[in-house]
């Protein structure tokens, strides 16, 4: 699809990372109390640092940023 310009602009995966942990950061707004939950997006958010700098770094890509995260570089 990216040969007629219709590739998303960021990679599926990383969407996806930062889509759950949007989710995760919702539960936690209404769940304060739950370390595993917190313990679990801090494990997200680190992947999401990570793919993201492997998206920058070996192919050049634009670095995403997301007001909630922080940028992902």
Same mark, same amino acid.
């Given at each position: 699809?990216?040969?007629?310009?219709? %590739?998303?602009?960021?990679?599926?995966?990383?969407?996806?990372?930062?889509?759950? %942990?949007?989710?995760?950061?919702?539960?936690?707004?209404?769940?304060?109390?739950?370390?595993?939950?917190?313990?679990?997006?801090?494990?997200?958010?680190?992947?999401?640092?990570?793919?993201?700098?492997?998206?920058?770094?070996?192919?050049? %890509?634009?670095?995403?940023?997301?007001?909630?995260?922080?940028?992902? %570089?």
């Amino acid at each position: 699809m990216s040969f007629i310009g219709l %590739a998303p602009e960021i990679p599926e995966d990383l969407y996806y990372l930062i889509k759950k %942990a949007v989710s995760m950061r919702k539960h936690l707004d209404r769940f304060r109390k739950d370390k595993d939950g917190k313990f679990r997006l801090i494990l997200v958010e680190s992947r999401i640092h990570r793919l993201a700098r492997y998206y920058k770094v070996i192919l050049n %890509a634009p670095v995403w940023s997301n007001p909630k995260l922080g940028p992902c %570089a």
